[in-house]
């Protein structure tokens, strides 16, 4: 048997003082900057993050949305652009759709290109999509996450100073494991993490509406009460949700009196009241 005490282990201990690479700054142009963010890949984060930025910018906020998923950029399909930003003085052009401003690995590699990456690469990448994009000034800043605990959170959480971390999740209890460990990463680190996200909460049939829990059911409240933080909301796993994404429209624009779209614009407003836009500039 191994000797799990060699492992590295991640406790609720201090972590030991040592002399950080990099120490996170604010990006007072970028507004509220808020991480999406789960435990593993596939309970719908980058649908989380669309729409949540879509959501906001339709309330008459200045939003960015920042692809950091460099593994599986979904933001450039999801959001229905494609072309290679402009580069103006040193600074990169983002692209803009649905009133959100863009930037993704997805919009400067070719479509079939593995993102064969060690950690310092994906510390680039973030660091560079802070501080060499042209955003101008913003109110809220969505950052979209790759699945895990791995580098590119923790290179977020070292260049800048966050807002507040979004937890998404389904129903299921494998998800909802994965997702406790995801929240207790941000904690850690002295993120806020503003609550928790379940989508697919259940199957919402679009002939006669009946709910179906195809993933269980309460795993997201669960959750949310054993870390004492609010359910932000339950999304209904709706098809036109999967449909209008892969034409590039967010459910909040497609089809926004749908339950799905209605869920998603509330937790919108529920980040806005906890989070107000700020003008500046």
Not at 114 to 137: C, E, T, Y
Not at 144 to 163: E, F, N
Not at 169 to 191: H, S
Request: aromatic share 4%; with cysteine.
């Amino acid at each position: 048997m191994p000797d799990r005490r060699a492992l590295p282990v991640v406790d609720d201990k201090p972590a030991p003082q040592r002399v950080p690479a990099q120490q996170p700054v604010d990006f007072p142009q970028l507004g509220h900057i808020v991480a999406i963010s789960s435990g593993k890949g596939g309970v719908g984060k980058s649908t989380i993050a669309t729409n949540l930025a879509v959501a906001l910018g339709r309330t008459g906020a200045r939003v960015g949305l920042m692809d950091a998923d460099v593994y599986g950029p979904n933001v450039p399909r999801m959001m229905g652009v494609s072309a290679q930003p402009a580069v103006v003085n040193e600074k990169i052009v983002p692209l803009e759709a649905h009133g959100v401003k863009l930037i993704s690995l997805g919009f400067l590699i070719e479509r079939d290109q593995p993102a064969i990456w060690r950690g310092p690469i994906v510390m680039k990448i973030v660091n560079q999509f802070l501080r060499d994009v042209a955003w101008g000034q913003l109110d809220y800043f969505i950052v979209d996450l790759p699945p895990g605990t791995g580098d590119a959170q923790l290179s977020l959480v070292q260049a800048a100073h966050i807002a507040g971390a979004i937890i998404v999740t389904t129903p299921q209890e494998v998800a909802v494991g994965d997702a406790l460990r995801g929240a207790k990463m941000f904690q850690r680190v002295n993120v806020p993490v503003l609550g928790i996200v379940e989508n697919m909460s259940w199957f919402e049939c679009p002939h006669c509406g009946k709910p179906s829990a195809l993933f269980g059911s309460g795993g997201g409240e669960r959750l949310a009460a054993e870390l004492g933080l609010p359910l932000l909301g339950q999304v209904p796993l709706y098809p036109r949700v999967l449909e209008a994404a892969d034409r590039g429209e967010p459910i909040v624009v497609a089809d926004e009196a749908s339950s799905a779209a209605r869920a998603l614009t509330a937790i919108a407003e529920r980040v806005r009241a906890g989070h107000p836009m700020t003008r500046a500039g």
